[in-house]
């Protein structure tokens, strides 16, 4: 059952965060995007810089998460980004604080399931390669 949530939880995000980046393309184009982006989201991507890479990771992470691939880099690289989304619609645009609160908490499954794989940064006084 566990193994099922998980594969579940990382196809979820998977396609959350690939949507969200392809959004987030529309925008950097000034197209109109296929889904409501925050007001106060983009109000914080004054560079456009600062977009372009947080939706390329995003693209990348999705297709990285859907595919099953290199999901504990996946999960480094997400974290400050689910972070930044869940802390934006806490403070700042509650309108889809329901979906922030949802990626949080299957974003943490993920992490949990895969915390072995995180352990070694929670050393102490590593081990020295020599």
């Given at each position: 059952?566990?193994?099922?949530?998980?594969h579940i939880s990382r196809l979820f995000l998977g396609v959350?965060?690939?949507?969200a980046g392809i959004n987030g393309f529309f925008v950097i184009f000034g197209l109109e995007p296929f889904i409501a982006t925050s007001p106060a989201a983009m109000a914080l991507f004054e560079f456009k810089y600062l977009l372009i890479a947080e939706k390329t990771l995003?693209?990348?992470?999705?297709?990285l998460l859907?595919?099953?691939q290199f999901i504990p880099l996946a999960i480094a690289i997400l974290s400050p980004i689910v972070a930044n989304i869940f802390l934006l619609h806490l403070f700042l645009d509650h309108s889809l604080l329901p979906l922030?609160?949802?990626l949080v908490l299957t974003f943490g499954f993920l992490?949990?399931?895969?915390?072995n794989n995180f352990m070694s940064l929670l050393e102490r006084k590593p081990n020295s390669p020599h």
């Open positions: 059952m566990i193994k099922i949530s998980m959350v965060f690939l949507i995003e693209v990348i992470c999705g297709i859907i595919i099953n922030a609160i949802m992490l949990f399931y895969y915390r």
